[in-house]
């Protein structure tokens, strides 16, 4: 399996403030993708990562607030802009685990703890 | 109605129980079923991936899928303390429906 850290692993804000999460992988891979995770809610997709395009987001997550970069394929960074106590959360990269460009499942990172006051 | 219904618990057991955990699902299009150990303050770990029906075993843990009842299930045999974690079911159609939907997670507790 893969390999990935993040960075930071956790980190207290202020509202207004924006932080850059980084995630790295040990090895090659096609699909990279960014989760939140609310307490007591289910992990919520914000975007694919895809490498040398704009970033594909889901359905209530857009650009301007969560800028992504894919400068690779094992590097890529997710920025919350403009906090607010509300994007308070655990982020989390993962990696489709097939080679190619379709994958059946992922492996997740460690994920980045974020408390905006 | 959620796509994925996953009771959160809390569950607790004495150690060398037999633990089941299940969730339900609606969307008929899944075929790819998961399940994810997540430790206190830690990223999800990849248990156990099975496509379709059918059972598959590995050691203490035996994954269950019913696609005509929309039903999985994951049974852990003597469990230990160790095996305290939340557990979150994961589906997906497979393919080009590689998104994954996820359970919000059944928070397990082993008594020693």
């Known amino acids: 399996s893969a390999v990935i850290s993040q960075k930071p692993s956790r980190d207290i804000c202020q509202r207004g403030t924006s932080l850059t999460i980084q995630c790295q992988v040990d090895s090659q891979v096609t699909m990279m993708f960014w989760y939140r995770q609310q307490p007591g809610q289910s992990l919520t997709l914000i975007a694919t990562?895809?490498?040398?395009?704009?970033?594909?987001?889901e359905s209530g997550f857009v650009i301007d607030k969560f800028p992504i970069s894919r400068p690779n394929l094992t590097f890529s960074t997710l920025t919350v802009s403009n906090m607010s106590p509300e994007d308070s959360s655990i982020y989390l990269c993962?990696?489709?685990?097939?080679?190619?460009?379709?994958?059946?499942?992922?492996?997740f990172g460690p994920g980045t703890r974020l408390t905006v006051l | 109605q959620k796509e994925v219904e996953q009771d959160p618990g809390p569950l607790s057991v004495p150690e060398g129980a037999i633990v089941s955990l299940n969730c339900t699902y609606s969307?008929?299009?899944?075929?790819?079923f998961m399940w994810y150990r997540q430790y206190s303050r830690k990223g999800p770990e990849l248990l156990m991936y099975t496509y379709s029906s059918g059972n598959k075993e590995d050691g203490r843990f035996t994954a269950q899928v019913d696609k005509s009842s929309k039903y999985i299930s994951l049974f852990i045999r003597d469990s230990q303390p160790s095996d305290s974690a939340t557990y979150l079911c994961?589906?997906?159609?497979?393919?080009?429906?590689?998104?994954?939907?996820f359970g919000k997670g059944t928070l397990l507790t082993v008594n020693p």
């Open positions: 994961a589906m997906n159609g497979g393919g080009s429906n590689y998104k994954l939907t």
């Open positions: 990562a895809n490498q040398g395009s704009e970033a594909t987001y």
């Open positions: 969307n008929s299009a899944f075929q790819y």
């Open positions: 993962s990696v489709g685990t097939s080679g190619g460009a379709l994958t059946d499942t992922q492996y």
